[in-house]
């Protein structure tokens, strides 16, 4: 990954960046110089963006009149056909075969690992860097999860360490593309079939993220979307399954719907099941459906500028020393999701993460000493109570360094050209000065 990261950042050099701040101070805001005294030492700060329009810049979900109308719509004319066209919008978008409409992302979770039919005690391979919807819900179907490290860099699925954690009752793996950085499903997909196990994903991070061409959420046999009010596509809650064979879509969806089992074909062995479903109700809410369907006409525009101002960030800083992004594959295209997720090697910075965060705070950066809370050290996996077999507890190296290296920035959510400017100018001048708060 560090060889990615300097690859993105070949274009950048000193000239550029003297031209790109002299635009921007002719523009719009006076840009402070990296050899300024540091804002910790009295300086004056880099970012001299006032508060509320920083705040602004970092808005989301960003919901208009067209939201607010098709809100109104479905509350003038309640309904529930802004599901199935919503449904229509996402297969479409996707190119998929199936999908289902959730009242989230944890029940879209559920129905995939009710359609996996597998018998108690087999196990699913899942990283522990996380939310807890994407391991949880085994529980319920007498799954076990086996926790996975990931590679810090990428803060994504280690398939080496999947190759070690594997036993005669690994069924499934289900790779999760964090923060919208597309795990290496080509290889993923090659492990899967090498070793005859069923491969799922989590896109709840990855909304109109692809490789090779191919949305992520149609590599694996099933994918799960969220639409939680943080997610690339906001409805502020809803879920989206996606399914590759009429069967799983069958037997996931009667798991959460009474009511939908008389529209399978005549041959389906779930059509009975009309009137009953087979335990949950999951539908998702069609106000729900109607803000994802004004929000889906904006997702690629908006993908691509949140990403050209990540751009125009890290390729600026990421030239510093010891700081480097979740790098991608070239053949990969991806979509970032609710922050600029860096992370700091204190040896080649000459600087501890905590005073390389204080420093840039002092300057008015919104950064962060990133932490994610590890499933496997949660309580509930040390239960055997809940469990039909009882987890282990494994040794997680990668996950614990993604704790200790992750360096968190806001994801600018406008054009803002001038703010991204002063922050490039705050991290250059805390590395101008790393000696000082070595
Ligand atoms: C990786 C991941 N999977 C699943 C989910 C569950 O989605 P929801 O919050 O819509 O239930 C989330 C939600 O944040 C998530 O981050």
């Avoid at 069924?171 to 005859?196: Q, T």
């Avoid at 889906?296 to 525009?301: I, S, T, V």
């Avoid at 700081?323 to 000459?350: F, H, I, K, T």
């Avoid at 993604?402 to 050209?417: K, S």
Wanted: charged fraction near 25%; proline fraction near 6%; include cysteine.
């Amino acid at each position: 990954m560090a060889a990615e990261s300097t690859e993105s950042n070949r274009g950048h050099t000193r000239r550029s960046f003297v031209k790109s701040a002299g635009a921007v101070a002719a523009g719009v805001a006076l840009v402070g110089s990296p050899r300024e005294t540091l804002a910790a030492a009295g300086g004056p700060k880099a970012v001299q963006y006032p508060d509320d329009r920083h705040t602004q810049a970092c808005r989301w979900p960003l919901y208009g009149p067209k939201d607010e109308e098709a809100v109104l719509d479905v509350i003038r004319r309640p309904s529930y056909r802004p599901i199935e066209q919503f449904e229509k919008d996402w297969r479409e978008y996707l190119g998929a075969s199936y999908v289902k409409a959730h009242c989230n992302g944890t029940s879209a979770l559920a129905s995939l690992y009710f359609a996996l039919d597998l018998p108690a005690g087999s196990e699913i391979l899942v990283p522990s860097y996380t939310f807890f919807a994407t391991i949880m819900p085994m529980r319920l179907f007498g799954l076990v999860p086996v926790f996975v490290d990931i590679n810090p860099r990428t803060l994504n699925f280690d398939l080496e360490d999947a190759r070690r954690r594997l036993t005669k009752n690994t069924r499934a793996l289900i790779p999760v593309h964090w923060l919208g950085r597309p795990c290496e499903m080509d290889d993923i997909l090659s492990f899967g079939r090498e070793k005859g196990l069923i491969v799922l994903e989590d896109a709840a991070h990855a909304h109109g993220a692809s490789m090779q061409g191919k949305k992520m959420g149609t590599w694996g046999r099933m994918a799960i979307f969220s639409y939680q009010a943080s997610k690339p596509l906001p409805m502020i809650e809803g879920g989206m399954g996606v399914y590759q064979n009429r069967a799983d879509y069958e037997r996931g969806t009667t798991f959460g719907n009474y009511d939908l089992p008389s529209g399978y074909p005549q041959e389906s062995g779930y059509r009975k099941y009309q009137g009953t479903g087979l335990g949950l109700k999951f539908r998702m809410h069609p106000v729900s459906a109607a803000l994802g369907r004004v929000q889906l006409r904006e997702l690629d525009r908006r993908n691509a500028m949140i990403t050209a101002q990540v751009r125009r960030l890290n390729d600026r800083i990421c030239a510093l020393p010891g700081l480097y992004e979740q790098g991608a594959r070239p053949d990969m295209q991806r979509v970032y999701y609710n922050w600029n997720m860096l992370s700091l090697d204190e040896a080649q910075a000459g600087m501890s993460r905590a005073a390389c965060v204080k420093a840039l705070r002092a300057e008015g950066v919104r950064a962060s000493a990133h932490q994610y809370r590890l499933q496997h050290e949660c309580a509930v996996y040390a239960e055997p109570q809940w469990w039909h077999h009882p987890p282990q507890i494994p040794q997680l190296p990668g996950s614990e360094q993604a704790n200790r290296t992750a360096l968190g920035l806001p994801l600018f959510t406008a054009e803002v050209p001038e703010l991204v400017e002063q922050y490039a100018v705050a991290f250059e001048k805390v590395w101008a000065h790393r000696k000082e708060l070595a």
